[in-house]
């Protein structure tokens, strides 16, 4: 198998455990569990398993990243602001809404790196992007309101933490390209959530709040924090060393169509048809963004 081949694999799997994570998340918040304890708690303990398992696969050489200046200081920028942001938002975004919701509006990320790009590389976008950008637009307006103009039909901040997911996942997906060519995914990805859970106590301390851990609130944690996050985000940094962002966007589709079927069924959310049509348009923006123009090398992240 190539590492084009292994990186798409781990692209689809990563979504995958996304997925089925947000509902253990959305039913551990159901249970009583403080949201932002869970976000302290989930980073710290899924960093501290990612750095052990680095460890013994990789032994000192998983403290590379704090040799050199420049690395450590992509490291922290790495850490705070793309992955603290976007597990506290996409935590945030749940307990506010719902799982299929959070997921669908965090997908409106590529739209964000092509105007980000854009206004970067002082270009104007290409058509589909402009095409994209429209659909994207059109699709959480629907999302967000039913079709009812001047209606929301959720919450201030479940749209509010939706949208900074998407933006928090711009950063997740650009920032640690240097540093996982350089010192390899895994290490980085356990760091990354450690330092971040670190700065997370900041905001809400891991002791505070803790819940009583029922075999039921037990298991979910154990899901969530081993598979749904540090197996998970461990896989799609990888992913991101042999394929491009765009194309790992593109098989994350998988994400928000497991997370809206497995919202609709488990907890009987209403989502109507133009729920699902302004889904839809979201998500596939980002197989619009994964066409190659003709005549036109592929750019890495566009």
């Known amino acids: 198998m190539s590492k084009h081949q292994k990186g798409l694999l781990l692209a689809m799997a990563g979504p995958v455990f996304w997925g089925l994570n947000s509902i253990a998340v959305k039913i551990l918040l159901e249970l009583g569990i403080n949201s932002e304890w869970f976000a302290t708690f989930r980073l710290l303990t899924a960093g501290v398993l990612i750095l052990i398992f680095a460890y013994f696969t990789e032994g000192s050489a998983i403290f590379k990243p704090f040799h050199h200046r420049q690395s450590l200081i992509q490291l922290l920028v790495f850490s705070i602001v793309g992955m603290l942001s976007i597990q506290y938002a996409y935590i945030m975004a749940i307990h506010f809404g719902n799982a299929a919701t959070a997921t669908v509006l965090q997908f409106t990320n590529p739209i964000m790196i092509v105007i980000f790009l854009a206004l970067a590389h002082r270009r104007w976008p290409r058509h589909q992007d402009v095409i994209s950008i429209f659909m994207a637009v059109i699709g959480t307006f629907l999302l967000a309101t039913h079709g009812h103009i001047g209606e929301l039909a959720m919450s201030n901040l479940a749209l509010a933490w939706g949208l900074i997911t998407a933006v928090a996942t711009v950063f997740y997906t650009l920032l640690p390209q240097k540093l996982i060519d350089e010192f390899g995914a895994v290490s980085i990805s356990g760091w990354a959530m450690f330092i971040a859970g670190i700065f997370a106590n900041f905001i809400h301390p891991a002791w505070q709040n803790v819940p009583t851990f029922t075999p039921k609130i037990s298991s979910l944690l154990i899901f969530s ?78």
């Open 225 to 302: 924090i081993v598979l749904g996050t540090a197996f998970a985000y461990m896989i799609f940094i990888q992913s991101l060393a042999w394929i491009s962002p765009t194309t790992a966007s593109t098989l994350g589709a998988i994400e928000p169509l497991i997370a809206t079927i497995l919202t609709v069924v488990l907890f009987h959310v209403d989502f109507g048809w133009i729920d699902f049509l302004g889904a839809l348009l979201i998500i596939s923006t980002v197989f619009i963004q994964a066409l190659k123009p003709k005549n036109q090398l592929e750019n890495k992240f566009t």
